[in-house]
């Protein structure tokens, strides 16, 4: 029989018994950051591990593993996740890196895993591995570069996660940046852009008014009397593209129960399909949402009076966004895959909804000419011309 993780049950008694203290009570949107990302894991294991013999998951900024109001921390999520997988592909290795800097968060970590690797051992799960440190999480960065050059040149996939409570300042952010130049992987990162609107210009707190700034003007390189959070982050996103292997993005904003914006995940990969499971996931969670709001409801994400649904609107917007980009841009006619790019990025839909719910209807418009490369069925594997009368 299959062992399918730790709970919170499990793990409880663990944590008290060696006199550990737990991490802080979390509230709605805390919670289902943690789910997006486990889900995400799952995802992205199910394309890796057809290629992958190491795959790493790296927690900067990982807690005690468990808060006050019975959940897991996003790290025993994902190890739950590696548990249910290293079962069906025992020829694969799954590493998971904990980091923290508080010394007590670290103390109960490593109790857990003390407990939880034996356990995984006798129920016969070899493949999995955890490691615990503690240290400041730009040196932690720095030093996954060395710790995982053993790896190098073997077939490895790594994500790495970097959950602050503030935005990054810019040592962090260059730590980042420098490990995503140095190892082939997958960045995800918590931009807390209400840290920026509330104290860029906060008089009261001087000192973190000035690593904001500094932030800015040294890392994202734009000028520090910008103070559009907007700006700042498009301007991040444009620094994380200009590594070595990060080629795509992805931006998904995280709200309070007020309705106000906390902070966006923002993910980096350098390969297309890495975006199309985070597209795939953002969607089974959120549906067409750009944000997650606690207090909205999907059981509403109905038809309209219109006759239309949330994803008719997401794919007519994503008509808007491809057309937008033909009518200002010399080339007019696009791959399948430059398609699918630009609306990976700027767009809500996922991949499978591209031909039907964009394709299609465009081609039927007559805005848009198929060019049946490899034939009328084959979308794909095609280039479609944007009509310059059409646009």
């Given at each position: 029989m299959s062992f399918n993780g730790f709970t919170y049950e499990d793990l409880k008694p663990i944590a008290l018994d060696n006199k550990c203290i737990l991490g802080e009570q979390i509230v709605a949107h805390t919670s289902k950051k943690i789910e997006y990302v486990a889900r995400y894991v799952?995802?992205?294991?199910?394309?890796?591990?057809?290629?992958s013999g190491h795959i790493f998951f790296i927690d900067a900024m990982s807690n005690a593993g468990l808060y006050e109001n019975n959940f897991l921390s996003t790290a025993l999520e994902v190890l739950n996740v590696f548990i249910r997988h290293a079962q069906r592909h025992q020829d694969r290795n799954y590493y998971l890196f904990c980091n923290d800097y508080d010394k007590k968060k670290i103390?109960?970590?490593?109790?857990?895993?003390?407990?939880m690797l034996p356990m995984l051992r006798a129920k016969g799960i070899h493949n999995i591995?955890?490691?615990?440190?503690c240290a400041d999480a730009s040196e932690y960065i720095r030093g996954l570069n060395l710790k995982l050059i053993p790896f190098r040149g073997a077939k490895s996939s790594t994500l790495l996660y970097v959950d602050p409570y503030n935005i990054l300042t810019e040592e962090l952010g260059r730590a980042i940046l420098d490990f995503s130049n140095n190892v082939y992987s997958e960045v995800l990162i918590n931009f807390f852009s209400s840290d920026?609107?509330?104290?860029?210009?906060?008089?009261?707190?001087?000192n973190k008014s000035e690593e904001i700034h500094r932030f800015i003007k040294g890392f994202c390189e734009i000028e520090d009397d910008i103070s559009d959070e907007n700006e700042i982050r498009?301007?991040?996103?444009?620094?994380?593209?200009?590594?070595?292997?990060l080629s795509y993005y992805h931006d998904f904003i995280m709200k309070n129960s007020?309705?106000?914006t906390l902070y966006h995940l923002i993910y980096f990969t350098p390969n297309l399909r890495g975006l199309e499971k985070i597209k795939d996931t953002t969607y089974k969670l959120f549906k067409t949402y750009r944000d997650y709001d606690p207090k909205r409801s999907l059981e509403y994400y109905t038809i309209d009076l219109f006759g239309k649904s949330p994803e008719d609107y997401a794919c007519d917007e994503a008509m808007e966004i491809i057309l937008k980009h033909a009518r200002l841009s010399r080339t007019r006619e696009y791959s399948f895959k430059e398609i699918e790019e630009i609306l990976l990025q700027e767009g809500v839909i996922p991949v499978s909804l591209i031909i039907n719910g964009v394709l299609r209807p465009l081609i039927k418009s007559g805005k848009v000419e198929k060019r049946n490369l490899k034939?009328?069925?084959?979308?794909?594997?095609d280039n479609y011309l944007f009509k310059a009368e059409a646009l």
């Open positions: 799952d995802e992205w294991l199910y394309v890796i591990e057809n290629i103390k109960t970590l490593t109790a857990l895993k003390n407990y591995y955890m490691y615990v440190d920026i609107v509330r104290n860029i210009n906060n008089q009261a707190a001087v498009k301007a991040f996103i444009g620094k994380m593209l200009s590594s070595k292997y007020t309705n106000i034939g009328p069925r084959n979308f794909k594997e």
